[in-house]
């Protein structure tokens, strides 16, 4: 049985390829390690989403790709709606 995490960060992103890997690993290597990370891509028409699915061999991290731009925070809210966690 799977137990949900104490914490979902949450990361909209849209053409971040310069960041993302720095943002991503800035979550995944904190102390704290309990919790998810739901990153939601806008779209994107550079290598974010490339770079992004580098990390999904962590179970931790979820990755979503929407096929058309959605917007920063129709994201956010669709992430906050799949989000397990006690504390977003």
């Keep these: 049985m799977n137990r949900a995490p104490t914490v979902s960060v949450l990361m909209s992103c849209y053409n971040g390829q310069d960041y993302i890997a720095t943002a991503i690993e800035s ?3 904190q102390d704290f390690q309990d919790f998810e990370l739901i990153i939601v891509d806008d779209a994107s028409i550079d290598g974010t989403v490339e ?3 580098k990390y999904r061999n ?3 991290v979820r990755l979503i790709v929407n096929s058309q731009n959605r917007g920063q925070f129709p994201n956010r809210n669709y992430a906050a709606g799949l989000a397990g ?4």
């Design 27 to 29: 979550v995944l290597f």
């Design 58 to 60: 962590d179970p931790r």
């Design 85 to 88: 966690g006690k504390f977003i």
């Design 51 to 53: 770079i992004a699915s």
